[in-house]
């Protein structure tokens, strides 16, 4: 038997491992070569590395994440050596959490000998974690807890999934904490905020230096099919009248279940609602209507495009006008990259909410339409909240 | 602005989406086809699908989790239609979760239309659940969480990360619960029972039919280095005289880091560990010298191999022969299965616990070395525990 023959006749070894998976259970993946990929060095060069050795042509993804010349999803060519494995070192790049995947001969895959990914809600990437920040590094801190939480919705019909961060304290304590509701964009899914996005870790640091009160983060699923979509449901939901049923799920079924089901504070200034992109819309969608029960409303690079606008305004203008709600909303915080293709929408936004009485802070950042920014921002809005 | 194009004047549609991704992230996949994998039908076939116009030959490969001729990585070939898709249609297939990747002109891959995989400690694999159990099943019972933990590990240096269920009730109540510790096997990491091994859904239906005690489950790194491995620190940990550093860690850092951050009790008859393969030669190796704080010890596909038991029982002689430790074992389980190639070592662990006075229990199944007896071995040892 091959997978003990490294104890035989040493009494000390048999501390070790007494029973392994079998042959072909240890080397699934056929006849790869031992290469490491990625390797984070520590001047924050990244190598990449593919054993394609049949391959003609092979490039590094990104879905825009990595800065320089590997913007907005610019390929990269990696190059072959004598043993077949190709390979690009990019960087230094800034401290990060980058997504990416291997295109070898157009077919795109993550890579094989890294068992980070990054999973979206059509397909997945790897990811790799280069360090060196104050703000997002897993340090030797208190850590909080980010859980896989499953919850039937009325709305939707099943069962749908989402994430949800609990502070440093939390499972063993009795204290009630706030809660920040925080949404993700179309190419994302439910584990987003906490896989590329490090909102467990940014917490747990902010949390440690007394940036930021400790408060629960929930993270669900914006998406109504796909990965955190409905089980065992039809995958568009029992809504599909209403034009973004997650809206509907989020108030009658979410919402309830983390307030029923969780230690939270359930007045409004301890109810905080941001989301980037497609979840910063949905978090405008959600507070609207419902300002009196949100202190804290972020709009991460995103807002009402201006072609939109006006019916928007029309379809608000009862919530717009309501000086009573409007009264309690302690911050409406706008955050969007001085190169983000939705500045424009932002700044409508904004003007218009200008119009109607709110007073928005607006961070303009260096940089686009990415999770550097993302993080950046949540480090920026997480300490506003709850004071 | 092409991600509004949708919205322009219709103000119904306003409710949408706002603002998305920009096109460079909402394709970050190039030229791929919208195409469906994996395809679960309603009489448990599963087809397979990936799109490589230009590959000679792409099979489908699994670690031995998927019965008939799939067993133990044998590979099935995929063809290829007008399109350049490949296809493959496997089963019925026994409800089950699965891992897979493809070999595509042998390059494994996951399957890129799947947000959804099962990573081991050294790659990742696509994952596909094939439903109809009354055990593991996503049903509409109440859920428990299952959270990413991480904690400081004074015997390996830097910060580890474990997995962690908690019971339905346990985030908004008050209640002590007992603990399962639950090791996975070689070719898995510290989410392989939340993932292939449905541990989670497995311990919902138990609790919601009354046929096991609501408890925590703590599901460990057993790897020292890899993905739940110390972070920020040397990969193979600060303790490599040890032979398994991670029995270490359980002991002096895990295990206390549990008891003081959940509402855990304490005491021994409240207190599991059970593993496979791999992890139930730790949970032995674990359990044995702590034989005073363990009620209930489960071997999954494992045991003391022949050609070292005699090493092993010298080495454990005080501990084997210690009847007041004894006394206390309520439950001393082992399950394997027919066609395992453990069965030997199973056997022989077997005869010498009898040998020096414990009372083994042995569910001799069908089947091998997979998550099909893993799953089923959980839904058998768990209903036994804390009683």
Redesign the interface.
């Known amino acids: 038997?091959q997978h003990?023959r490294r104890?035989?006749?040493?009494?000390?070894?048999?501390?070790?491992?007494?029973?392994?998976?079998?042959p072909?259970?240890?080397t699934?993946?056929?006849?790869?070569p031992a290469i490491t990929s990625p390797e984070v060095r520590p001047d924050r060069r990244v190598t990449f590395r593919?054993?394609?050795?049949?391959?003609t042509k092979v490039e590094l993804?990104?879905?825009?994440d990595i800065p320089g010349s590997l913007e907005?999803?610019v390929p990269m060519p990696l190059t072959k050596n004598a043993q077949g494995v190709w390979e690009v070192t990019v960087g230094p790049l800034p401290a990060g959490a980058y997504r990416y995947?291997f295109?070898?001969?157009?077919?795109?895959?993550?890579d094989?000998?890294?068992?980070?990914?990054s999973?979206?809600?059509?397909?997945?990437?790897s990811l790799v974690v280069v360090?060196g920040s104050e703000f997002f590094?897993?340090?030797?801190v208190p850590?909080g807890?980010?859980?896989?939480?499953?919850?039937?919705s009325t709305t939707l019909g099943?069962?749908r999934r989402m994430h949800?961060y609990?502070p440093p304290?939390?499972?063993?304590g009795?204290d009630r904490y706030p809660v920040l509701y925080l949404l993700h964009?179309?190419?994302d899914?439910d584990q987003s905020w906490?896989t590329v996005g490090r909102a467990?870790f940014i917490l747990d640091n902010l949390v440690a230096s007394h940036s930021a009160k400790p408060m629960l983060v929930v993270m669900p699923a914006g998406h109504v099919n796909?990965?955190g979509a409905a089980?065992?449901a039809p995958a568009s939901g029992a809504a599909s009248q209403?034009?973004?049923p997650f809206?509907g799920d989020f108030v009658t079924d979410l919402m309830p279940y983390v307030e029923?089901?969780?230690?939270v504070m359930t007045d409004r200034p301890n109810r905080a609602i941001a989301g980037l992109?497609?979840g910063?819309?949905?978090a405008?969608?959600i507070a609207l209507p419902h300002l009196d029960r949100f202190a804290y409303l972020g709009v991460f690079?995103?807002?009402?495009?201006a072609?939109?606008a006006d019916?928007?305004e029309?379809?608000h203008l009862a919530e717009l006008d309501d000086a009573a709600a409007k009264r309690g909303l302690k911050l409406l915080w706008f955050g969007t990259g001085k190169d983000d293709?939705?500045m424009?929408?932002t700044r409508t936004t904004l003007a218009l909410m200008k119009k109607h009485g709110f007073s928005p802070v607006f961070v303009e950042s260096e940089g686009?339409?990415?999770w550097m920014n993302w993080r950046d921002y949540l480090s920026l809005f997480a300490p506003q909240l709850f004071r």
């Not at 006749?9 to 079998?22: D, E, K, R, V």
């Not at 295109?103 to 993550?110: E, F, I, R, S």
């Not at 979206?120 to 990437?125: E, H």
């Not at 590094?137 to 030797?140: K, M, P």
């Open positions: 038997m003990t104890l035989a006749g040493c009494a000390a070894a048999a501390l070790l491992i007494l029973s392994a998976a079998p072909a259970a240890q699934p993946r056929g006849s790869q593919v054993a394609a050795p049949d391959a993804r990104t879905p825009g907005r999803g995947a295109a070898v001969d157009g077919l795109t895959v993550v094989s000998r890294n068992p980070a990914t999973p979206t809600n059509l397909t997945v990437y360090p590094d897993t340090r030797a850590h807890a980010v859980a896989s939480v499953h919850y039937p099943g069962v949800v609990t304290g939390y499972e063993a009795r964009g179309t190419g899914a906490s467990g796909g990965a089980l065992g209403d034009p973004d809206l029923k089901h969780y230690r992109s497609m910063g819309g949905q405008l969608n690079s995103s807002g009402v495009p072609n939109v019916a928007w029309r379809q293709f939705v424009d929408t686009g339409h990415n």
